[in-house]
């Protein structure tokens, strides 16, 4: 097995966990991280979002939080995994089960430079926002206007808690 792939093993063993320290530790200092809901510049930025995630989480109840992940694969340079995330939406109380799949590209020690989420936007938006995200999930501006949300969001707790 290729250290990166244990490097993965370790990020996502540490979600499931919601340990957002472990996983911000699996990043470069100038590490990206986009998906449609964030596009994130820098560790101090991809920490305050996994630590916002993960205490959202642990408000909503532990016991309401599940992570499976699976296909890790890794090499010198670049890694994939599919991870399933079983939760229940902050804003809302929804429950949501959100399937996505992750690229990586990973530093010579072994660090991420650069990950990328996919997952279907409109899938999510229904189950997470319910009638709002059947009507309009699908339209870009809808998609703009939650990112747009989401960034206050993690701005606010950036400047409260990092």
Same mark, same amino acid.
């Given at each position: 097995?290729?250290?990166?792939?244990?490097?993965?093993?370790?990020?996502?063993?540490?979600?499931?966990?919601?340990?957002?320290?472990?996983?911000?530790?699996?990043?470069?200092?100038?590490?990206?991280?986009?998906?449609?809901?964030?596009?994130?510049? #820098?560790?101090?930025?991809?920490?305050?979002?996994?630590?916002? +995630?993960?205490?959202?989480? %642990? #408000?909503?109840?532990? !016991?309401?939080? %599940?992570? !499976? $992940?699976?296909? /890790?694969?890794?090499?010198?340079?670049?890694?994939?995994?599919?991870?399933?995330?079983?939760?229940?939406?902050?804003?809302?109380?929804?429950?949501?089960?959100? /399937? /996505?799949?992750?690229?990586?590209? $990973?530093?010579?020690?072994? +660090? /991420?430079?650069?990950?990328?989420?996919?997952?279907?936007?409109?899938?999510?938006?229904?189950?997470?926002? #319910?009638? #709002?995200?059947?009507?309009?999930?699908?339209?870009?501006?809808?998609?703009?206007?939650?990112?747009?949300?989401?960034?206050?969001? +993690?701005?606010?707790?950036?400047?409260?808690? +990092?």
């Amino acid at each position: 097995m290729h250290p990166n792939e244990e490097t993965l093993k370790r990020f996502y063993t540490a979600f499931a966990a919601l340990d957002p320290d472990t996983m911000a530790a699996c990043y470069t200092e100038d590490a990206t991280f986009n998906d449609p809901g964030f596009s994130l510049r #820098g560790r101090r930025e991809i920490s305050g979002m996994w630590h916002m +995630l993960c205490a959202a989480a %642990r #408000g909503n109840g532990r !016991e309401g939080w %599940r992570l !499976e $992940f699976r296909e /890790i694969t890794a090499d010198a340079d670049q890694g994939r995994a599919v991870w399933e995330a079983h939760y229940q939406f902050s804003a809302t109380k929804r429950q949501v089960h959100n /399937i /996505i799949g992750s690229e990586f590209f $990973f530093t010579p020690e072994g +660090l /991420i430079a650069n990950q990328r989420d996919h997952f279907d936007f409109w899938r999510w938006s229904r189950q997470a926002l #319910g009638l #709002g995200g059947v009507m309009l999930g699908w339209t870009p501006f809808f998609k703009k206007q939650v990112r747009k949300q989401i960034r206050g969001a +993690l701005d606010n707790y950036l400047e409260k808690h +990092l």
